[in-house]
């Protein structure tokens, strides 16, 4: 299994710019999110997903969209890059067992918005 | 309200010393989890452990242990005889209730980072 795998690992946006970031899991999990990580203040959830075709939004969903068409694949869209969504984006999955869930995380991507 | 802190920042030892990084949470759910995750340098978080809010008992493993405690509303992470590999930030998190129901609800400390001197 490649586990959770994230693409690009780098990107140069500038302001005003639109992109996709793409987040894919070989796992069979119902469970995907985003997460994005500013220094000093831990991870914050974006968007998630309880199964295919079902989104919600997080602590932080402003500017970014979701859309869950299979459960492999959950991209985070970004409709128009702002400087303050400058920050280092991971995806997470996770199975459900009652008390024994455990979340994967993808590499991250690093996202510069200039 | 709900609350994860890491006061440390930072901490760096030598190695083979011992490190205890502290997590103090905050909730008024009786049934909650709590996490530890790594991040190595190479920047994806490694999960570590998972406790829920009935089971007190400590865990070891290996050079590894966790310390809960509801009295104090405590989660420290110990690592005995700390190695180069050891460096890394680690975070502590809290989700509340059932997944189904409150997957929105996983919050994460800020992070320790920690650093072994070789």
């Known amino acids: 299994n490649a586990g959770v795998t994230q693409t690009p690992k780098f990107q140069v946006l500038k302001t005003g710019q639109s992109m996709t970031l793409q987040c894919a899991q070989d796992m069979n999990h119902e469970y995907m999110s985003w997460y994005r990580q500013d220094p000093g203040m831990g991870l914050r959830l974006i968007h998630y997903?309880?199964?295919?075709?079902?989104?919600d939004q997080g602590e932080v969903p402003n500017g970014y969209n979701v859309s869950r068409s299979t459960t492999e694949d959950f991209p985070l869209r970004l409709l128009s890059a702002a400087p303050s969504q400058t920050s280092v984006y991971f995806c997470?999955?996770?199975?459900?067992?009652?008390?024994?869930?455990?979340?994967?995380f993808g590499p991250g991507t690093r996202l510069l918005v200039l | 309200a709900q609350k994860v802190t890491q006061a440390q920042t930072e901490i760096s030892v030598v190695e083979k010393e011992d490190v205890t990084l502290d997590c103090v949470y905050e909730t008024r759910d009786t049934t909650y989890y709590l996490f530890w995750y790594k991040q190595p340098p190479s920047g994806e978080l490694v999960f570590l452990i998972r406790?829920?809010?009935?089971?007190?008992q400590n865990e070891i493993s290996g050079r590894y242990s966790w310390n809960f405690q509801k009295s104090t509303s405590s989660f420290n992470f110990t690592i005995t005889a700390s190695q180069v590999v050891d460096s890394a930030v680690y975070f502590c998190?809290?989700?509340?209730?059932?997944?189904?129901?409150?997957?929105?609800?996983?919050?994460f400390g800020p992070g320790t980072s920690l650093s072994v001197i070789p």
């Open positions: 997470a999955s996770s199975y459900s067992a009652a008390y024994q869930e455990t979340q994967y």
């Open positions: 406790r829920n809010s009935f089971d007190e």
């Open positions: 997903s309880v199964g295919a075709g079902i989104t």
């Open positions: 998190a809290l989700r509340l209730g059932e997944m189904k129901t409150s997957y929105d609800k996983v919050i």
